[in-house]
């Protein structure tokens, strides 16, 4: 047991200094001491999952969960079935997330996102909303309601949220971006430059934002959001603000589906011990 745990707390130290390879043989090393060691097969499945290995993830959370039902094993086992393409399957391990922890909020959200790549906007609306129940301050949540309503039901109801998200977070560039998006498409022009305006505020990178909804697009101002966004994208290791800014960016750019996929990156990160 000792060597199990010597080798197992090694592999945390390599993986948090980013030695993926080194932690994923160290992890090993710990199985091999015990094969039933349900924290060493969870985290090596994430390991797998950063390496881009699904099947090798898939195949560790599967021992995870043979060792322990436990919730962050079936969510892991989901976010990469969701990243297959598998999102019936995902849906069924998220559930039996959901019943070992009814307060795993991720959970909720991958499912959310999984019903609505099978089109089925009301099951994803119905648990964003159990999830907002658990957390009513999480602003993602909030962001992910509005863009279903927007996309998916009718433009008052996703105002009406929205303007409750702005009363909970006045200053949100995400929220105020949204803002303007939807001022814009209500005929709002004034009401919408003015939302921008604020947020170039908080962003100098920004500062011309408005002027992509003008008649006459200032070619360099484009290019510079283009070229922020092509920047974050080849980033190799993108944190959860990079994923956020990126799916900010796809709203602007009226890349409703790839903002979503964008705005799940940032609370599908992997749960690990």
């Known amino acids: 047991m000792e060597a199990r745990n010597r080798y197992f ?6 993986e948090q200094k980013g030695e993926l390879k080194v932690a994923l043989a160290n992890y090993k090393k710990s199985l091999q001491k015990d094969n039933r060691f349900f924290d060493g097969w969870l985290n090596a499945g994430v390991v797998f999952s950063k390496l881009e290995k699904p099947d090798k993830a898939v195949h560790c959370f ?13 969510y892991n086992l989901a976010a990469e079935l969701y990243k297959q393409d598998k999102f019936d399957t ?15 909020i991720r959970s909720y959200l991958l499912a959310g996102y999984s019903f609505l790549r099978l089109s089925e906007a009301k099951k994803g609306l119905k648990c ?15 962001i992910a309601i509005v863009m279903v309503l927007h996309d998916h039901f009718d433009l008052a109801s996703a105002t009406k949220f ?12 995400a929220l ?39 008649t006459q697009l200032d070619t360099d ?15 190799p290791v993108k944190t ?34």
């Not at 101002?221 to 980033?235: A, D, H, M, R």
Request: charged share 30%; glycine share 2%; net charge negative.
């Open 62 to 74: 599967k021992k995870a969960i043979d060792c322990k039902e436990d919730e962050r094993a079936y």
């Open 9 to 14: 707390n090694q592999a945390k130290e390599n």
């Open 162 to 173: 929205l303007d409750n998200a702005i009363s909970i977070a006045p200053n949100h560039p």
């Open 176 to 214: 105020t971006k949204m803002k303007g998006i939807i001022n814009l498409e209500e005929g709002k022009v004034v009401e919408s430059i003015e939302q921008y305006k604020k947020l170039a505020a908080s962003d100098a990178e920004l500062e011309n934002l408005s002027t992509l909804f003008s």
């Open 128 to 142: 964003f909303n159990q999830a907002l129940k658990i957390e009513p301050e999480n602003i993602s949540i909030h």
């Open 240 to 273: 959860s603000k990079d994923f956020f800014d990126l799916s900010l960016m796809s709203i602007l750019q009226g890349e409703g589906e790839l903002a979503m996929d964008y705005l799940l990156r940032v609370v599908e990160k992997p749960e690990l011990n």
């Open 221 to 235: 101002t484009k290019t510079k959001i283009v070229n922020k966004k092509t920047n974050l994208e080849t980033k």
């Open 90 to 104: 995902a849906i069924s391990a998220l559930e039996t997330s959901i019943q070992l922890n009814p307060r795993f």
